[in-house]
């Protein structure tokens, strides 16, 4: 099959979070299927390349309204081939999202450029797979603009959403920009009326298929709840809308051979973990103590994360366990702050390091003993699959690709990959932290719980025949 992605993010060029790992992953795992895959990506100014050599393979200029943007279309690498859009008026920013007021006109030229870049190449995509609001605007410009387009008119269109909650909403006066004025009655009419364009909903509206990134995820999104206002509209597609859990790339995640680590290990031979924990402590100034079980989070700082449980949860256990938490994440000023009282607080204990490090982040999975994830809310969540695999036992909330993943830990049959509470409130991510706590005293049962972690296989090779499937049968349908 021959298969476009259209992505805002890609690792490890550009990345605030799992779709970058999931956008560099799935095409190179369908690429050694043997597809022919390409991957179209804005390059923002903040790409990390050296040492990389693009090729340019094309010059677009793109008009969006009264506006336009000349594109240099720079290449990289084979199965998967990698299109970087450089238009610096538009990503050179110093960050890949912004609030400013031409972020629709940022996504819009994405969209555009992935498309115009087909005719260009000759290449005409059976599927374009489009992921978040970033590129949902795409199915509607295929069954419009570019339904006669000599390289796309046969392409089917796949909408991925990896977080429902980022939605691409924006003020009815953009719509010159979208270039679809003379197709107006296409967007959703109600909205329109109050002013509104949503980008994520004019792809649930269009596009051929529609995924999201666990099963069950797929199914709250079709309620009230998980809805963000749009679980009608995916409700009205429920035979389309599929979850497909994302994979793991253990090239790039794995204790074996985890580039970043001070000392390798294997599930076979996991005695290295200690010196990787020791190594993580220490280069963050605390004491290392043994028998100290640590605590890892790594992530965004957003609500979705759950994170405002803990200020209330953590003092107290903090102060009657000798726990040590390693913290690396940025984003929302309050939850940061919260961090840095807690490091304030409990300086021998907890470090807080705020940033991205892509390092660090390996080295707090390989590190810790356990990883917390109290997400409100979790599409799929990669971390807790890292954890798995390394060792580190996960601490979540029964949500999403969380409840999907980790099986709760049962003492007397001594199953399960780690700890899950129901109710996302202080008192279940307590008793989580508590029973996860007195499991690390008993060292033959914690032992067998990463084990059993261990022993799980999420591989993408798997995940990305379910993809193979999706694909063949859009492709097999009418438009
Ligand atoms: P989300 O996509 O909602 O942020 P995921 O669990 O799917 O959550 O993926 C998060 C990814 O981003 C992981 O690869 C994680 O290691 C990485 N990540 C998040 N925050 C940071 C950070 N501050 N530094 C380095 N990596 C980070
Ligand atoms: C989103 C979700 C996360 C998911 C990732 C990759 O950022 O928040 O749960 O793992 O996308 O699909």
Known sequence: MKLLFVASELAPYAKTGGLADVVAALPKTLARAGHDVRIVVPLYDTAKLDGVTLTQVAELTIPLGSHRYPVRVLALGTAPTIYFLHCPPLYARGRLYTSDADEHRRFLLLSYAALELCGRLDFAPDVVHCHDWQAALIPLLLKTIYARDRHLAGARSLLTIHNLNYQGGFPDSIGPD?????????FHQELLKAGRVNFLLQGILYADGVSTVSPTYAQEIQTPAHG?????????????????????????????????????????????????????????????????????????????????????????????NGFQLTVLGSGEPGLEDMFTRLQRAFPRQVC??????????????????????????????????????YGTVPIVHKTGGLADTVRPWHPRTRTGTGFVFEHHDAAGVRWALQAALATYRDPPAWSRLIDNGMAADFSWDRQARRYEYVYEKLIGTDR
């Open 178 to 186: 979208t270039n679809l004025t003379h197709v107006a009655h296409l």
């Open 228 to 320: 963000a206002g749009l679980d009608g509209f995916l409700r009205a597609r429920k035979t389309t809308v599929v979850g497909i859990l994302n994979g793991v790339d253990y090239d790039e995640w794995s204790p074996e051979n985890d580039r970043y680590l001070p000392a390798r290990y294997s599930a076979a031979d996991r005695s290295n973990k200690a010196i990787c924990k020791q190594a993580l402590v220490e280069s963050l100034g605390l004491p290392y103590v043994p028998s100290a079980p640590v605590v890892g989070i790594v992530s965004r700082m957003a609500s979705q994360k759950g994170f405002d449980l803990l200020g209330e949860v953590l003092p107290g256990l903090l102060q009657r």
């Open 352 to 389: 807080f390091y705020q940033g991205f490090s892509n390092k660090l982040a390996h080295q707090i999975e390989a590190g810790a003993d356990m990883f917390l994830m109290p997400s409100r809310y979790e599409p799929c969540g990669l971390n807790q699959l890292y954890s798995l695999r």
